[in-house]
């Protein structure tokens, strides 16, 4: 027989903590990056490779904006538009151009999550978790899911580029 232990503060989800400004979008995604990431199914097997070029700035409307022109490693090519509008310190509201729906945000102490359904997936949505490791370098860790079940695993990483 298994039993199950659930330690008090360690099963909500609610941040704790004071939040890292750099864990903000604007923070996190202004200038120039690219990102190398890799698809997979369930199981590990790999479904695509890709390559994400982004640029993010600022809007006069103090909404932040991130442009994304996504190369899958299948010769498939796609761009994408992120708008993200600061509700609080910890919960921004933000739209993606291929999502299903609103994307929510939320800072924590130590990562940025986030999770949006997917368009054109019946009951699919994306749970993303991205982090900044000691090198610099942003981490995106997520999955997709239908009713609950992971379907893809994502893993990406992400580094600044600086043009001059």
């Given amino acids: 027989m298994a039993t199950l232990v659930f330690l008090p503060g360690c099963v909500s989800g609610a941040p704790v903590g004071p939040v890292d400004p750099a864990l903000r979008p604007e923070n996190m ?9 890799v698809l997979t199914f369930r199981d ?3 479904d695509r490779r890709f390559t994400v070029y982004s640029t993010g700035a600022g ?5 932040f904006e991130i442009v994304q022109d996504i190369h899958y490693a299948d010769g498939e090519h796609e761009k994408r538009r992120w708008s993200f509008t600061p509700s609080s310190e910890r919960t921004i509201t933000a739209k ?5 729906g609103a994307v929510q945000l939320t800072v924590h102490q130590d990562r940025l999550s986030l999770t949006y ?4 997936l019946p009951f699919g949505r994306v749970h993303q978790t991205l982090y900044i490791a000691d090198t ?4 995106n ?5 239908v009713l609950g079940y992971t379907v893809r695993r994502l ?9 001059d």
């Fill in 44 to 46: 590990g097997e790999i």
């Fill in 96 to 100: 993606l151009s291929n999502a299903g």
């Fill in 141 to 145: 860790e997520g999955h997709v899911t």
């Fill in 136 to 139: 610099g370098t942003i981490i």
């Fill in 59 to 63: 809007t006069p409307d103090g909404r």
């Fill in 29 to 37: 995604f202004a200038g120039h990056h690219v990102g190398q990431g």
């Fill in 155 to 163: 893993h990406e990483q992400i580094v600044a580029v600086h043009t």
């Fill in 117 to 120: 359904p997917v368009k054109d």
